[in-house]
């Protein structure tokens, strides 16, 4: 069950909203009264409620907005059980100066906006002195493994418990608590109105995650990131899912490198079976794993891992999607490419930057007979790079000199929010080179723009991405899914988040 809390400062603008909810399907509403800037009514506000409530009135110190005295706080919980709420919010510290009353059942809670303290069992032994119905345990995660000792409390606690991390970092826990046992989550109504750090909106986890159908069997997959709040995979993915009517659920967990091995050591624990690997975890993730694709070894570089009996196998699927881009897109002769071995013998491409997916292009170039030169802005590891592919290097500098017949961009630059750069400058395009970009968001980004404008023939980031993400979904679930679903997905969240 989904409750969704509302701030407002007004009776009017709170019912009004209270109402909506319960038109769009909400089983549980909590009226935040201490948003109310005037004397609290509550009676107004229960008139004729149109789904179940919660009622809480938080101090600044956990978070609320009341700032009258603790007395008059108390007043106002107390005429909230006595007209009959569903349910009180009470944090701790309080819950035995208001005793238990009618039908209205009680929610022990505790909320720490600095971390997720080391003593979480023993604070929740603490919260169930209090004679719950429920305990609420609100942490702050600051690193991936928090989230976990939450969801620990929500699976072995003999009270009912909701419990989660808040922040970015914490908004999976928000999802999957009611996987690991909890009897509810909390969203906010819109994005700009959430009561809490890393809320997710109503919308978001009726639509995008599918809360209320999640499960203990509900397969886990995921991507893995830092930063990943403006991955799109998520979005793409579980529409996928969604459309293949699969128990699964594809989640965004943001990792530091510092953590990476330990997140991916807990991932059985978690109920995780396939991750996506991007930014900047592609060359690292293979020290964290126990098995690699052929592909993978060659390459070095990883974007998908599958759990599987005990065993965490590292793929790429970036190698295959950039050639199947290539292959369909470039101006060959289509009679010749089906009398060759290597269909791209002969063709010269200079490859922009040296992490994880120019590894992954370079080695399928490369094994399609392209002849690669390879340049970026780290030297060092462009020279490495080439020095392990077979392939020539030239300097940064340098990098319009040279003729090329494909220009590809494995950089970064240009993907949101820094939109106006570009790796390669307008006046060195030259018409007859097919240029490609890795980078998807926005599709249209500043290089694709300037080579268009050339006359270049041109691939975008979400031709690579829509083959790669289906060839991740083949992985996870042992299906093909619907290309057009995925390009549907990809156009639609570029859109809805930029223009």
């Known amino acids: 069950m989904i409750c969704v809390s509302i701030g407002r400062g007004r009776h009017q603008m709170m019912i009004a909203e209270y109402k909506q909810l319960a038109q769009l399907g909400a089983e549980l509403v909590e009226l935040r009264l201490d948003y109310i ?49 569903d349910y009180v919010d009470l944090e701790w510290d309080i819950a035995d100066k208001v005793p238990r009353y009618g039908k209205t059942r009680r929610i022990i809670s505790y909320h720490n906006f600095d971390e997720t303290p080391n003593n979480l ?18 942490t702050t995660a600051n690193n991936p493994i928090d989230n976990i000792r939450v969801l620990r ?8 418990t909701v419990a989660f991390c808040m922040g970015e970092m914490g908004v999976t826990s928000r999802i999957l608590c009611g996987r690991f046992g909890a009897p509810m989550t909390y969203a906010a109504f819109h994005a700009d109105r959430e009561m809490a750090p890393g809320q997710l909106t109503f919308q978001q986890m009726q639509e995008i995650y599918r809360y209320d159908e999640i499960t203990p069997s509900t397969k886990i997959l995921g991507v893995i990131a830092d930063p990943v709040e403006h991955s799109f995979s998520p979005q793409i993915h579980n529409a996928c899912l969604r459309k293949a009517k699969l128990d699964m659920l594809y989640l965004p967990f943001r990792v530091p490198a510092a953590y990476l091995n330990e997140f991916v050591r807990s991932c059985p624990e978690m109920g995780i079976r396939g991750l996506s690997v991007t930014l900047p975890h592609k060359e690292t993730i293979l020290k964290c794993i126990n098995a690699l694709d052929d592909s993978v070894a060659a390459i070095r570089a990883a974007n998908t891992v599958v759990f599987r009996d005990g065993t965490a196998k590292g793929f790429n699927t970036d190698s295959d999607a950039a050639i199947q881009c290539l292959l369909e897109d470039y ?4 009679d010749a490419i089906l009398e060759v071995e290597k269909p791209l013998k002969g063709i010269r491409v200079c490859l922009l930057g040296a992490g994880g997916v120019a590894r992954a292009i370079v080695f399928g170039l490369k094994q399609h007979g392209a002849e690669v030169v390879i340049t970026a802005r780290d030297d060092r590891k462009a020279e490495q790079l080439a020095d392990e592919m077979k392939c020539t290097r030239i300097d940064w500098t340098a990098r319009q000199t040279h003729g090329c017949t494909v220009l590809i961009n494995c950089t970064p630059v240009g993907m949101f929010p820094e939109m106006d750069h570009t790796p390669y400058e307008r006046d060195w395009h030259d018409r007859s080179t097919l240029v490609f970009d890795t980078v998807y968001n926005p599709e249209r980004t500043l290089f694709i723009k300037q080579a268009r404008e050339a006359g270049c ?20 679930t042992g299906q093909k899914p619907d290309d057009e679903t995925i390009r549907y997905e990809v156009k639609r969240a570029i859109s809805a988040a930029r223009y």
């Open 37 to 85: 800037r005037r004397a609290v009514n509550v009676s107004r506000l229960l008139d004729g409620k149109p789904c179940p409530v919660i009622a809480t009135v938080r101090r600044p110190k956990d978070g609320g907005k009341w700032m009258r005295s603790e007395d008059e706080r108390l007043t106002v919980i107390r005429t909230a059980i006595a007209s009959g709420v």
């Open 121 to 138: 069992v023993s604070i929740q032994r603490k919260l169930q002195q209090f004679d719950p119905d429920i305990i609420k345990i609100a």
């Open 153 to 160: 409390l929500c699976r072995d606690s003999s009270v009912p």
């Open 331 to 334: 101006p060959f002769d289509p």
């Open 457 to 476: 023939q041109t691939i975008t980031g979400v031709d690579m991405f829509v083959r790669q993400a289906a060839d991740q979904f083949e992985l996870f």
